[in-house]
């Protein structure tokens, strides 16, 4: 994601500018840009942030929706592969097909050695 270039409160700076020159002069501009200019992106801009709140708020609840199903896909997973350790035993290649690591397969506990 590319860094903004712009500060991420414009949209109050924007009204606060518009705020600032209705009060000194609404006929002002500077070149080419006037104050009607600032309000059409203003008025541009807020159904956009509108739409991307609430497409937030969809992306949060599939989000949810996503972590409870693989929390329970993963609760299924762990069971199958205890059921099947406790029926075909913890070497067996049943175990290693489900994904368990055999216990001959195992790396042996290293001892920490004992201050002398």
């Known amino acids: 994601m590319q860094a903004k270039n712009y500060p991420t409160d414009v949209l109050e700076q924007a009204n606060n500018v518009l705020a600032a020159i209705n009060q000194i002069d609404e006929e002002i501009s500077f070149g080419n840009i006037n104050p009607a200019m600032l309000t059409a992106d203003v008025t541009q801009v807020s159904p956009v942030l509108s739409q991307i709140v609430q497409l937030e708020t969809q992306l949060t609840d599939?989000?949810?929706?996503?972590?409870?199903?693989?929390?329970?896909?993963?609760?299924?997973?762990?069971?199958?592969?205890?059921?099947?350790?406790?029926?075909?035993?913890?070497?067996?290649?049943?175990?290693?097909?489900?994904?368990?690591?055999?216990?001959?397969?195992?790396?042996?506990?290293?001892?920490?050695a004992v201050p002398a």
């Open 62 to 112: 599939l989000r949810n929706q996503r972590d409870a199903i693989s929390q329970n896909m993963w609760d299924k997973i762990k069971r199958i592969r205890m059921g099947v350790k406790a029926n075909f035993g913890d070497d067996s290649s049943e175990y290693e097909m489900v994904g368990g690591t055999r216990l001959s397969d195992r790396k042996p506990r290293a001892r920490k």
